[in-house]
């Protein structure tokens, strides 16, 4: 059976076809489906079911109205919640007197190669099953679309007329069970875990104000191990999504169409206008049932997203990079440190035009600059060279991108963007596309938050969108972040070794490299190559040195949101495992299966005796030798990790 588009335009579809090996329950018996694939109206009940029978998502018709629910391995990740969208008009879409008139499904099971990512390839595997319904008031056709993949669900809307339409909000609903906890956070602050009806109200005269959270948000649940991280993926010509506790319904969150960009200095839009047909983003639910598990979900966000629109990505390479002081100086001893650490990149951060508050020019460097110079330099000792412009700078991306990579610059590091509206999702998007015109690569700083479309054009090859490590926050936030924010995609989490004030060991700061996926990793944020002139103070560097951006394999190891993590990445037939903990010491026994056959050489980067303050804590090298049967002993200190290179031997 060929799958239908995006739209819900099918293949020929016979009964046969729209019924074999679909989960209905005697509910959808009520649809009276054709030969030709149509329906009546009718109080109706769907469930697709990933193919390895782990997830389920629940789409149901009632007395008119809407509503899905999901579980994993039998137990609620979502009870009964709402869908629907309301219009410019007040129309609301989903709400009551709805029809199905049409019924598809199928399953997909397909792999995929990215650029760069996680692992060498995705597969791509869910059941899929959709209503087009009408809403009988207005004659309005839409369609309702949801997913089961082993990883997790995800949903979106279709409104299938042609012509435009009018979106003032988005009315999902994620009812979670008794007893979960969401991690909230807004903006750049830590997360909170609390109680879905107790998130705090956030937000100013020039915001969205409310008890609002952004995406991703993970919840925990009361009894087990499982967990859930809400995220959203395919985000193009439509505002973000924030999620709002609801009055009166302990357990529910809301959906709510961000109106105002995130800093608040645009104009606010309290609807969008689409060209229709017309498909929302996806509203993903990525799951695990354990903490570990759910890091290994994560590319259902990427494959929900459109494929790769680039014919030629030859020229995007992830890798590490190095802020230079803004100097010629500072950049040729960036290039030449870059070279002696095994580094791909260097950066020009805010000033290198002037002071970004004043200066809107980012073609002029400033005298102490002789950019041509360090630009040939670093082109000799192939070395990239990546530029920041704030937001204010960048209103003619075009003519600016064209100039940059006429300089033969590599990348652009965008900053202060204001996510939020859709014309800010217009922009960002714009952004994205014309750099990837000019061939560069694209780093989004501040508010800014995923949606996959690193996918579709993989020269978007980070974003921030996170309380960043240049704050040096606590190590109990570090181990949220990969069961959170990086669930959603890449972070720009500029790793801060061998700083004094890190509240953190240098251990975990190096376990960070693996921990967290960061195609374009920041290392050294803060310091000088003259620092590291001394190298056997600092026996990190040769971990870093090593350790890749990208990966042709990822296994998570542990986890337990804001208590630990550890996490194994390879590339080649290397290994690359870190280990993060919290506050408390901790030492974790972690199997090494994953190993092939034969002896193998363990390196292991761990925290020494504690200091006096964790940053005091010296990191302590060692070799064994291991193979697949050893459960390698990982001993973290408070605030601790430990970073460990396995080799064949």
Request: charged share 15%; with cysteine; net charge negative.
């Amino acid at each position: 059976m060929s799958e239908p588009d995006a739209y819900g335009s099918p293949g020929g579809l016979s009964r046969r076809g729209l019924l074999r090996g679909a989960a209905v329950t005697a509910g959808a018996a009520a649809l009276g489906v054709s030969a030709s694939g149509t329906a009546d109206a009718a109080d109706a009940l769907v469930t697709a079911t990933a193919p390895d029978g782990s997830t389920t998502i629940t789409m149901s018709l009632t007395g008119g109205a809407l509503s899905w629910a999901a579980a994993r391995r039998g137990a609620t990740v979502v009870d009964a919640s709402a869908l629907g969208l309301r219009l410019g008009d007040g129309t609301m879409l989903g709400r009551s007197g709805t029809v199905v008139t049409r019924y598809q499904h199928w399953t997909t099971d397909t792999t995929w190669t990215p650029v760069y990512g996680r692992n060498a390839t995705v597969r791509d595997r869910y059941q899929e099953m959709r209503w087009n319904l009408q809403d009988s008031a207005t004659g309005i056709n839409f369609s309702v679309q949801i997913r089961a993949y082993p990883g997790g669900v995800a949903f979106r809307y279709v409104l299938l007329d042609h012509g435009t339409a009018t979106v003032a909000d988005e009315l999902t609903t994620f009812v979670f069970p008794d007893g979960a906890l969401v991690y909230s956070a807004r903006d750049e602050d830590p997360y909170n875990p609390v109680a879905p009806d107790a998130i705090p109200s956030t937000g100013t005269s020039t915001t969205d104000t409310g008890p609002l959270t952004d995406l991703p948000l993970t919840a925990t649940y009361a009894t087990g191990g499982l967990i859930a991280c809400v995220c959203e993926s395919s985000r193009v010509g439509f505002p973000r999504l924030m999620l709002s506790s609801v009055p009166g319904q302990p357990g529910a969150l809301a959906a709510h169409l961000m109106e105002h960009t995130a800093r608040g200095a645009d104009t606010v839009r309290t609807t969008s206008t689409v060209t229709t047909p017309f498909a929302t983003p996806w509203r993903a639910v990525v799951t695990g049932s354990t903490h570990a598990e759910l890091v290994d979900n994560a590319e259902l966000v990427l494959s929900l997203a459109p494929a790769t629109a680039l014919a030629d990505t030859s020229w995007i390479r992830p890798g590490k990079a190095f802020r230079c002081q803004l100097t010629t100086a500072g950049g040729m001893a960036g290039v030449d440190f870059a070279v002696a650490r095994g580094m791909q990149y260097i950066e020009y951060d805010d000033g290198w035009y002037g002071d970004a508050s004043h200066s809107t020019d980012a073609t002029k460097p400033i005298p102490e600059i002789d950019l041509p110079s360090v630009l040939s330099y670093a082109a000799g000792k192939g070395i990239g060279v990546i530029l920041y412009v704030d937001r204010r700078a960048a209103g003619s991306p075009d003519s600016l991108f064209g100039l940059y990579k006429g300089w033969g610059v590599a990348g652009v590091k965008l900053g202060f963007i204001n996510d939020g509206t859709q014309a800010m999702t217009n922009q960002i998007t714009n952004w994205v596309r014309t750099a990837a015109g000019h061939e560069l690569l694209i780093d989004l700083h501040d508010d800014v938050r995923p949606f996959g479309y690193e996918r579709t054009y993989p020269n978007w090859i980070s974003l921030e969108g996170v309380r960043g490590n240049e704050r040096f926050p606590t190590a109990s936030h570090n181990v949220t972040l990969p069961f959170a924010r990086n669930i959603g995609g890449p972070m720009d989490y500029t790793i801060c070794y061998g700083q004094s004030r890190n509240r953190t060991t240098n251990a975990h700061q190096m376990a960070m490299a693996a921990v967290y996926y960061q195609p374009l990793a920041f290392l050294y944020w803060y310091d000088q190559p003259s620092k590291y002139a001394g190298t056997a103070g600092w026996p990190g560097l040769p971990w870093f040195d090593a350790v890749p951006t990208s990966w042709d394999q990822s296994r998570a190891l542990a986890g337990s949101i804001g208590r630990y993590v550890a996490v194994a990445r390879r590339k080649g037939n290397t290994w690359y495992l870190g280990a993060m903990t919290d506050e408390s010491a901790r030492t974790l026994s972690l199997p090494l299966s994953f190993l092939g056959s034969g002896t193998w050489t363990a390196t292991v980067y761990a925290d020494g005796t504690p200091g006096a303050s964790p940053y005091q804590t010296p990191v302590a090298v060692s070799t064994r030798t291991v193979t697949s049967a050893t459960a390698l002993s990982v001993a973290m200190a408070p605030s601790g990790g430990q970073a460990v290179l396995l080799e064949p031997s």
